[in-house]
Structures are given as structure tokens and as C-alpha cells.
């Protein structure tokens, strides 16, 4: 099959350039993530590593004993902080979660496979810190978007003996990634992000998720925007032909959104997005039947 032009890869995943309002969600954005930090008791840039791009925002729960929220924001590993989607923080304050915000170094500073490892640092710490602001460490749930579901769902699948043999199996209880990307090969062949990421053959294989086993122990829900590209549709239908039903528990496709305005989703207490990760919190009120899995 011959493979699609340079042009087509960049329409399918240049978002800015696909989506006319991309202002305009950038400034909602950025206004309800300052008013986010409004709320009283953040706790701010706490070193997870010596190098300045290894830090964390952390929001204490009310409750001790609370489940905890790692949220990681997207920007394709080359762009975006995590200040400027913090605005995913409150509802989930408010339902009870313990909520961090990470930090790690951007391309082409550093490479792709450098910051799941600085994650996973990161994880380690939340770990061994969180029942200092109120979290349960054996309730940790991870959420990101876009580049940030990609590292979301790597983190699922990390070997935590590996990394440490104090730390559990199944540190990362589950993982929700919102327009995630599971197959890397593509974004070597789009021209506006290629010379940034500095992707080879072997480097985009191993930094795939769909090309991993599935994991052991956990569970993944995908969203995606019905508006989106072709391409972020087949990523998000790929993991989960890849992981299969044990993993991949709920597939979700968001009518009407595209691919930065269906974040908007996560931060809404009304969204079925925000009651799935309340759901894999363990904060989904009783008094609500449970979502099923969509088809």
C-alpha cells in the first residue's frame, strides 16, 4: 500500500491548522486555568528530579485516604506546561480527588523516549509522597491529552518492579487518555512536527503503545472527538484492537467535539468523560448506575 503524502500527514494531525477556533480554546484555557490556581492549597513545583523541567503541582485532598489524579498535559512532547491545562483540576478537588499536575522537558531538548522516564520518576514520587497531602498511593489513576494520553497509557504498561522492587505491580491503577496517540510511525512522515521529535523506524516502535503487549494489570478508557481527524479516530480504535476488552474496559467518541476542544470534557462534572474518571477514581456516586463500556 503506498503510503499517503507529506501533506496529508500534516492535514491529519496538524490540529491548530485543522481547527479555525484553536484561538479561542487556547484562551479558555488559559482564563479557567488561572482561575484554577485561585483555589486555596495548591502546592507548587515540588521537585520530582534535579533537572527544572522535573516538577509538580499538587492539590491536597480535603480527606485523608483520597484517591489521586495524576493529570498530564499534552502540546505533541514539544510544547504547552502544566499551568496551561490546570483548569482540569477543580471538579475533580471538589469530588475529592488528591489532583497532580506534572511537568517533564520538551523536544527537541529532549527526545521522545526521554520523558516517559521522567514520568515514571514522577509516578514514583506521587507514590511514596502522596499520603503526605492527603492521597491514597494505592489509588493512583493517570489522565492526559493528546501527547499527554500517549504518556498516560505508557505509563499503564510500565514494569513498576523494574523500576524500583518496593513499588507495586499495578502502581498506576488506571489510565484515561483523551485523543491519545498509540502508533508513532505517522508523525515521522508530517513535516511540521518531524524535525522536532527526531523519530527513527526503531524509536516510533518502541515508543507505541499498540505495539506493546497488552498490560498484565490495569484498565484504559480512550476518548476521542467525533470532529476529529481520520487518523486520531483509527489511533484511538487501534489501541484498543490492540489491548483488547480486559485493558481497554471503555471507548468513547465525543459527538461534536474536536480534537482540543473535547478536553473541555474532562473538566465537566455533567460530561460522561468526567464521570468515567470519576468511576475509575472510585468517586462515582452510588446513587448513579455505572457507565458501561461504549461499543
Not at 485516604?65 to 510544547?79: D, F, M, Q, S, T
Not at 446513587?287 to 461499543?295: F, G, N, V
Amino acid at each position: 500500500m503506498r503510503r499517503p503524502s507529506p501533506a496529508w500527514f500534516d492535514a491529519q494531525y496538524n490540529n491548530r491548522a485543522r481547527i479555525p477556533e484553536h484561538p479561542s480554546i487556547l484562551k479558555h484555557w488559559a482564563d479557567a486555568s488561572a482561575r484554577a490556581y485561585e483555589l486555596p492549597g495548591w502546592v507548587c513545583d515540588l521537585a520530582y528530579g534535579d533537572d527544572a523541567s522535573e516538577r509538580l503541582d499538587v492539590h491536597p485532598a480535603v480527606r485523608p485516604g483520597a484517591p489521586v489524579l495524576v493529570y498530564i498535559h499534552g502540546g505533541y512532547w514539544r510544547a504547552l506546561d502544566k499551568r496551561d491545562q490546570s483548569f482540569v483540576a477543580p471538579p475533580f478537588v471538589d469530588a475529592g480527588a488528591m489532583v497532580v499536575l506534572a511537568n517533564y522537558a520538551l523536544c527537541p531538548a529532549v527526545s521522545i523516549e526521554h520523558i516517559p522516564l521522567q514520568l515514571v520518576q514522577a509516578l514514583v514520587w506521587v507514590y511514596r509522597h502522596a499520603a503526605e497531602h492527603g492521597g491514597d498511593p494505592e489509588r493512583i489513576v493517570v489522565a492526559g491529552h493528546s501527547a499527554g494520553g500517549h504518556l498516560a497509557t505508557m505509563l499503564l504498561a510500565c514494569d513498576w518492579r523494574a523500576v524500583a522492587p518496593d513499588l507495586p505491580a499495578d502502581l498506576v491503577k488506571s489510565a484515561l487518555a483523551i485523543s491519545g496517540l498509540y502508533e508513532l510511525e505517522p508523525l515521522r512522515h508530517a513535516p511540521f512536527l518531524a524535525p522536532d521529535l527526531c523519530l527513527s523506524a526503531a524509536s516510533a516502535q518502541r515508543l507505541s503503545p499498540a505495539a506493546m503487549p497488552p498490560p498484565s494489570r490495569g484498565s484504559l478508557v480512550t476518548v476521542v472527538g467525533g470532529d476529529e481527524s481520520e487518523e486520531f479516530l483509527r489511533q484511538a480504535a487501534l489501541i484498543s484492537q490492540a489491548w483488547g476488552p480486559r485493558v481497554v474496559i471503555a471507548a468513547e467518541r465525543v459527538p461534536q467535539r474536536n480534537h482540543m476542544d473535547v478536553l473541555n470534557e474532562l473538566a465537566d462534572p455533567h460530561s460522561p468523560t468526567h464521570r468515567r474518571a470519576l468511576q475509575l477514581l472510585g468517586l462515582l456516586s452510588p446513587r448513579r448506575k455505572p457507565l458501561a463500556a461504549s461499543p
